[in-house]
């Protein structure tokens, strides 16, 4: 029996699960014991690595598939409708010569299906970074050193559109760490570095496990791309 790689495109899910758990991991060691900061950015900068190089596989993937069937195939070499070109948002206009050629369809089929999400991904985490930082500015206690980073990497493993969640889930997460700290160690302040780590690792795994229902039940499915 002939191995086919094709095989493996409903384990990228699960790849990426456990791939954001081994980071989420690496943050919670960082968070706990600590580390460096260089290798703290070496996490960061993987993190968006990962989440690029992710949709572009299974653009990779995608194409294979097109390719492996002979109606499918057909979506290879076909520009994408002249209407849908018209009515480009704008700023997808730069980028109109490319859907105009022969990989045209499929070009924006991976677009919308694989690579928005990871584009807005990182649109979010560098919206929260932003926000955290002016957090920061207003008052220093909220963060301990490296804390904004962590909450940059969980932002971008949660993606879009449950970066909406991730900030009603931190307030949340930072009241009942703040309960569990007063009562059992006798802590009266918590950063937010450790919330929002917990919050991110639910929603991730709450993704993974019921993605669509959870979108439903809060309204946010129109969002989802």
Partial sequence: MNFNFLQLLPFFPLFFLALAGLIYFILAYYLVVGFSDSKLKMVFWGTVAMRLIYPL???VMQYYI???NTLSKALLNSPLDSTVLANLPFFMKPFKRFFEGHLGYFLYYSWGRFILGAALALLCASVFYVLLKLLEKYNPRFFKEGEIKVGFIVALLVGWPWFVVLIPATFIATIL???IKRIFFKESYTTLGMP?????IILTVGTYLFGPLLLGALGLLVFSV
Wanted: hydrophobic share 70%; glycine share 8%.
């Fill in 57 to 59: 596989l299974l653009s």
């Fill in 66 to 68: 097109f390719a492996s």
């Fill in 177 to 179: 760490i703040s309960i």
């Fill in 196 to 200: 929002i780590l917990v919050a991110g």
